[in-house]
């Protein structure tokens, strides 16, 4: 059996103390291994790593203009999540983390329930809970309609 493939989003931060905090507050753990003074590698799963690089850091691994967050759509990330509680429980961390709560619209189909938050440096992720089973007879009576 294959390994599942692993993903490391890298992320460009004003402030790594705060950042790091910011994420091990909604549940991340740093990984020593990978964290310095200008990185901290941060676990939000067995295959999802999150890596908070200071914009000195970032700039090492692109000749590209660092994009303001707060002002730019840059990326959006989108985590699932286990349940709709899983979903508010992840925001509710997040604004009491320091970030901002639903930066974009909530999204709520019965079958499939989604919210966002926004780090402090301005990254978007969105948190999204799918009742499989649903979404697929949704899909299905939607193609023979």
Known sequence: MAKPTMIFVNLPVS???RATAFY???GATKNPQFSDETASGMVISDTIHVMLL???KFRQF???TIADARTTSEVLICLSAESRDAVDGYVTKAKGAGGSADPSPQQDY???YGRSFEDPDGHIWE???MDVEAAMKAQSAAATA
């Open 110 to 112: 019965g079958f499939m």
């Open 127 to 129: 948190v999204m809970w």
């Open 62 to 64: 692109t000749p590209k």
């Open 24 to 26: 091990e507050a909604i």
């Open 54 to 56: 200071t914009h000195d």
């Open 15 to 17: 402030n790594l103390a």
